[in-house]
């Protein structure tokens, strides 16, 4: 690559200007180019309907901001050798992202067919919105970005999340008016509470108010100025303010705001690093108002479009039909100057061409983005962290010792997040070695406060999720616990980062990056004390009905096998893991060699605590969750009482996976394997941790799936006992005890006096929590029996 020119005192501001304003004429450019052009890039003909794509999508209005933004920070980072990402939460805006690319040379190395000529540039044209091509949102494809952008209101954590251990990383981040609406973004202001200026890089927010969303204005640019540095200040932001419509005007001020806001940056972080802090110190965010749709068509059939909401998506329609809009558009591309800005091969001119950084200093081509940089985990061994068998224990109480000293061996690379339930969920050993991450002023009262901890909790899943992707995007490790039913408020994003994930399977250049992983304790069975509106197992049929490519959810049944599940997730790249596992005292089953070999194999037999070893198999009971497998075990032991040769089997699963097919998910397990493990043809009494429709959903194709019976979640939950929330939904021992006795063809003549037994257990049941508060004594005494 032919070196790039070097700013010097020689050159005038005014030469700067100008390099500047013909590389973000030739971004817009390339930009409309893409929305609507199929041939004649170049406009080496007059612009006829059949060069005009015949569907036109795209976003147009939040382009402008983004390719000036882009020209912008190019031109500080040739300056001051800045080492820099840019997350865009209008992420419609690719086409300006793919320009920028294009032009910097990033997308023409990576792509090779979209070559920086004129077939290249028909390429980039061509594949914009289009079968077989690209998204006009800014996917895994795009060189540079770590942000899909799809979904508006995550760009701002997933930037601060980036910044996060980064100390030499400066994340630019532009976010939308529009977006600036979400509630996720709205929270996202908190960055600064949680930042440390001496151990993580920066966050420069661009908030760009170019005043309209899709039909309506926007809330932020409607604030009078004031009011809107007011609500950044009190959020520990100093607004620093860009406006105009006059393009070299704008160039001007925005070149001057950006020095600035680096210069506040750096003496932010300098003052850190010798240890002095003061209150009044604000990181600077950046407020770009400028006109949407700018350098675009000001009027469309009469109506104002430059500078209105009408410039939010395509500009001008009907193209192909209207020869007066066909006109209009190639006036527009032809304001541009386009062939002062590329060769006749439709390679960059010179006057824009090396007006970029080299190597990996570009944005679109730093190697932080695309997973290049990673830091592989230092992990403890998990055996070191086991529960006896036959004892009762805390399951994330044992995972919080590992989970320690986990952190002591990977002190800049792995990060915990939660919503402020860190110790309550039992992981509190990990306070012993790091603080909870606080920058606002600590009072005598607080607790495990530190600057530079290393746990995050604020009362946001959007925040801890946000982050907890920017670090992972970026190339480290963390986990994130929460309860349960509270999950599902991420749904979204975590759809989003599973098709990110799934995308960027198929991206050579991108490096496969650590996993998401889920912690989901506090669940359903066990918010007895919290009542309905804590209880709520669906998270899990949200993840499984993602790519199975990138999806897994495992329900370990005690200590140990959470320890190994955990720490296999910890290792794994390039997929969401949820691990389901309570937090209060429950039993032990399996060693650490028993639990190891369990978990590999995703789900088994469980012989120890089968009766049916010698063959002649009655009933299957099958079971997925801790609570579920302990009221499996204890139905056992009813029936054995009541039916002491009873032949049952039992089958525990961990991995959700394993019960698809092999051709649906890559843990399937063959129809042979799986026969041999629940039978052909024998009833299967299944005790699952969730909603009981997505084991029949995952085993439908499956031999025997008639005889197939699933005990769950209905839904029915309120404060009561333990034991109680599993009568209501009828996963108790006695409704599954029951359910396997009405299956066994042998007892036919016996089951109504076997129902009556088990109905009256029941009824003792119901009788005696509303008489005393908890559950019967046979019910909280019950241990569990090996029968080998």
């Known amino acids: 690559m032919t070196a790039q020119p070097q700013l010097t005192e020689t050159r005038s501001v005014t030469d700067t200007m100008r390099r500047i304003d013909a590389w ?43 390719t000036l933004t882009y020209a912008h920070l190019n031109h500080l980072i040739m300056r001051d050798d800045v080492n820099a990402l840019l997350v865009t939460g209008p992420g419609h805006g690719a086409a300006g992202l793919n320009a920028a690319a294009w032009l910097e040379g990033t997308y023409s190395e990576l792509y090779p067919h979209v070559s920086q000529d004129e077939a290249g540039m028909r390429e980039l044209f061509r594949q914009f919105s289009f079968p077989g091509g690209v998204p006009s949102h800014a996917s895994a494809h795009l060189p540079g970005s770590i942000h899909e952008g799809g979904e508006l209101g995550y760009s701002l954590a997933h930037a601060t999340g980036a910044a996060l251990d980064n100390p030499e990383l400066i994340v630019a981040c532009v976010i939308g008016d529009g977006e600036a609406e979400t509630g996720p973004l709205a929270t996202s202001w908190h960055a600064p509470a949680f930042l440390n200026p001496a151990t993580d890089g920066a966050v420069l927010p661009i908030l760009h ?109 009907d193209i192909r039909s209207d020869p007066h809009r066909l006109a209009q558009l190639e006036s527009w591309l032809r304001s541009y100057q386009p062939g002062e800005l590329f060769e006749t091969d439709g390679a960059p001119a010179p006057l824009v061409r090396y007006w970029h950084p080299l190597g990996a200093r570009r944005m679109s081509a730093n190697p932080i983005a695309h997973g ?79 600057r530079d901890g290393r746990v995050f909790e604020v009362l946001s899943e959007h925040l801890c999720q946000g982050w907890l992707e920017g670090y992972l995007l970026t190339g480290r490790h963390g986990l994130l616990s929460s309860y349960e039913a509270f999950t599902h408020i991420v749904d979204s994003m975590v759809a989003q980062h599973a098709k990110w994930l799934h995308t960027s399977m198929d991206i050579p250049w991108r490096r496969p990056v650590p996993s998401l992983n889920y912690l989901l304790t506090s669940h359903v069975w066990r918010q007895d004390h919290n009542g309905a509106s804590h209880q709520d197992p669906g998270f899990i049929d949200h993840v499984l009905s993602k790519r199975p490519e990138v999806a897994r959810v495992y329900l370990p049944p005690d200590a140990n096998s959470l320890l190994t599940v955990a720490d296999h997730c910890l290792r794994t790249r390039g997929l969401v893991n949820v691990i389901v596992a309570g937090k209060q005292p429950a039993h032990q089953y399996l060693t650490a060699d ?27 009971l099958a079971c997925a969750g801790d609570v579920p497998t302990q009221e499996t075990l204890a139905a056992k032991d009813v029936l054995l009482e009541l039916v002491p040769d009873l032949r049952i089997r039992v089958v525990n699963v961990v991995d959700l996976g394993r019960l698809f097919s092999p051709e649906q998910h890559p843990h399937g397990i063959s129809d042979r394997e799986y026969g041999e493990i629940f039978t052909r043809d024998k009833p299967v009494i299944f005790a699952f941790h969730g909603y009981p429709w997505l084991i029949h959903r995952l085993a439908y194709r499956r031999p025997g799936h008639d005889n197939l019976h699933v005990w769950g979640f209905h839904d029915y939950g309120t404060t009561t006992t333990p034991f109680d929330m599993c009568v209501l939904n009828e996963l108790d021992r006695y409704h599954l005890a029951l359910a396997a006795l009405e299956r066994v063809p042998r ?42």
């Open 24 to 66: 973000w004429r030739a971004a817009n450019f390339l930009s409309v180019g893409q929305i609507y052009l199929m041939d004649n890039p170049l406009l080496r003909v007059p612009l006829q309907p059949e060069h005009v794509k015949p569907r036109l999508l795209g976003h147009w209005g939040t382009v402008p901001g983004i």
């Open 747 to 788: 007892l036919d003549g016996r089951i109504g006096h076997l129902r009556q037994e088990l109905l009256g257990r029941l009824a003792k049941h119901h009788d005696y929590i509303r008489r005393t508060g908890e559950d019967l004594p046979e019910i909280r005494d019950w241990k569990p029996r090996r029968t080998e």
């Open 372 to 450: 290049q940089v990673q830091r592989d985990l230092n992990l403890p061994d998990w055996r070191r962290y086991t529960v006896d068998v036959g004892k009762t224990a805390e399951s994330t109480r044992a995972l919080g010792g590992y989970l320690r000293d986990a952190m002591v061996l990977n002190v800049d690379s792995l990060l915990y997040f939660a919503p402020d339930e860190h110790a309550s969920n039992r992981l509190g050993d990990v306070l012993d070695v790091t603080g909870r991450r606080w920058q606002l002023p600590i009072e005598p009262n607080d607790e495990h406060l530190a």
């Open 209 to 317: 108010l170019n005043g309209y969303k899709i039909a309506n204005p926007t809330v932020l640019s409607r604030l009078p100025k004031d009011d809107l540095a007011a609500m950044l200040r009190g959020h520990g932001w100093r607004a620093v303010e860009v406006s105009g419509s006059d393009p070299f005007e704008v160039h001007e001020a925005y070149a001057e705001a950006l020095a600035q806001c680096l210069a506040d940056i750096r003496q932010i972080q300098g003052d850190a690093h010798r240890g002095i802090r003061s209150r009044a110190t604000a990181w600077p965010v950046l407020v770009l108002r400028t006109p949407k749709g700018w350098t675009g068509p000001r009027t469309v059939g009469g109506r104002q479009v430059e500078g209105s909401w009408r410039s939010h998506q395509v500009p001008i329609t």
């Open 594 to 620: 028993e639990a190891r070999a369990h978990c590999e194999q995703g789900l088994g037999v469980w012989s120890w605590a089968s009766t049916d070893i010698d063959g002649g198999t009655d009933v299957v």
